[in-house]
């Protein structure tokens, strides 16, 4: 869609605002609006300027000017403000020369599609994340110098099946680990989930499927089609955008945090990829799995770099909460065939060679999903160009293991701090074609130690007033 489209789409909708979306260092949309007058074909070549100082990792208040180009393909109505407004996704370019800004997310993601088509490895990489979440009907937290506590609540929680819900308890309330598929009346928010589907795909973003997911308390998953990387890195900005807005439009709230209840099932977000070239499905040979070799130097590059990727597909504090023992989420990087104990999972899609793909079951919806899906693909094109040999595969129940079986295969970090680190002695593959910079990676270490681990280990929790006070 060119700018003039955009503004006779803006008129067709009776746009009366535009919404200027852009992704922050962490992984959230900020945003400003100006009138629809504003919007002039201008805008699109010479763009908006804002102060990037006040955006989390950005600018220093002493070079604070950026500006935002906005990408009129990503043009769509905003479903949820109460003025017709019209939605552009931006990208962030220096006021100066015009040059992509390089802690601009969606521009890193950009250049790591030019530089995969510059290897001429592949010309396309298909991304297909699928994220999970929890809805919730009520949460409460606070941190002070002297206190700090959490807690959320769901009506369908199976901790409430004793609660006094004054003569209409009814019950079906999913037992841990149980919530799987289960039909009305014990899934709550199947109606609310459909909700969201119909949201989705009035922005253009079809939907394959949704369901309750394991855990009790509101876990859900909505699957929505795979696509280019970078526009399926938009698509999930939308995704999450609206999960959270329709449950706001019902009353209650949603999450992607990784492991907000203890003692079941946490939220990932298995990634499957593929790289095409000139129509043609480049993972699909006669390997292992069905697979070509290609895809497991692809394979390989992900698992030798796991250790690094971690910091940006499992980014938060919390994300390690679900990296653990006993649970779905695999810690073990292994490749199997249809395994789901394996970090990457090679789907059994039939015998049709555009299906074949590999799914990297690690990562989780903290994650800023530019950087994710470009440390990935930068792990993976590592992979092939240096043909790292995935080694064998680990076809059997990898969370059944002996302890000295488990011993032999490496697992991923089991802390936020232990990733930044892996990351820091493991990160020239990411500087390949200058998608990232040394300055972006000392950024993300400086600002995750700085902002989130070293506060974390400050501040005392409640669980240690249970083990300590009385000592």
């Given at each position: ?84 407004t019209l939605s552009l996704i ?56 002297f206190g700090g506590f959490y ?321």
């Amino acid at each position: 869609m060119r700018p003039e489209d955009v503004i006779a789409f803006a008129k067709e909708r009776g746009a009366k605002m535009v919404d200027l979306k852009f992704i922050d260092l962490p992984g959230m949309w900020q945003h400003f609006t100006i009138p629809v007058s504003e919007l002039t074909p201008t805008v699109f070549s010479e763009g908006l300027n804002f102060d990037g100082s006040s955006i989390r990792g950005w600018r220093n208040i002493h070079e604070s000017d950026m500006t935002v180009l906005p990408d009129p393909t990503s043009v769509k109505m905003d479903p949820f403000m109460e003025v017709p407004t019209l939605s552009l996704i931006c990208d962030v370019v220096q006021p100066d020369s015009f040059e992509p800004y390089d802690r601009d997310p969606r521009q890193i993601a950009k250049k790591a599609m030019a530089f995969l088509q510059g290897t001429g490895i592949a010309d396309t990489a298909f991304f297909g994340p699928e994220a999970e979440f929890f809805i919730f009907d009520d949460v409460r937290y606070e941190q002070t110098a002297f206190g700090g506590f959490y807690q959320v609540d769901s009506d369908e929680a199976s901790w409430n099946s004793g609660r006094d819900e004054s003569g209409r308890n009814l019950g079906y309330k999913p037992r841990p680990k149980e919530g799987y598929f289960p039909a009305l009346p014990t899934d709550t928010l199947h109606d609310l989930r459909t909700e969201i589907c119909l949201e989705l795909e009035k922005c253009g973003i079809p939907v394959e499927r949704q369901h309750h997911e394991v855990a009790s308390a509101g876990q859900g998953e909505i699957n929505i089609r795979f696509s280019t990387m970078v526009d399926v890195a938009d698509r999930m900005m939308w995704f999450k955008y609206i999960v959270k807005n329709v449950a706001r439009r019902h009353g209650k709230t949603a999450t992607f945090m990784p492991k907000p209840i203890f003692g079941d099932n946490g939220s990932g977000m298995h990634c499957h990829m593929s790289l095409w070239k000139d129509g043609a499905p480049l993972f699909a040979g006669d390997k292992y799995a069905g697979l070509s070799q290609t895809a497991l130097y692809y394979i390989g590059g992900i698992l030798k770099h796991a250790p690094a990727l971690c910091a940006f597909t499992n980014p938060s504090t919390n994300s390690y909460k679900r990296l653990v023992p006993g649970f779905e989420a695999p810690i073990k990087l292994a490749y199997s065939y249809r395994n789901r104990s394996a970090a990457m999972r090679i789907p059994n899609t039939g015998s049709n060679p555009k299906a074949k793909r590999i799914e990297f079951r690690t990562p989780d919806p903290s994650a800023n999903v530019y950087l994710a899906f470009t440390a990935m693909l930068m792990a993976g094109i590592d992979g092939i160009l240096n043909k790292i040999d995935p080694g064998q595969p680990l076809d059997k129940d990898i969370y059944g293991l002996s302890q000295e079986e488990s011993a032999r295969v490496p697992s991923v970090p089991k802390t936020l701090d232990e990733s930044l680190l892996a990351l820091s002695k493991d990160y020239e593959f990411l500087l390949r074609g200058g998608v990232f910079n040394k300055d972006f990676i000392e950024t993300w270490l400086s600002y995750k130690n700085d902002r989130e681990v070293i506060p974390m280990q400050q501040r005392p929790t409640p669980y240690e007033f249970y083990l300590y006070f009385d000592l």
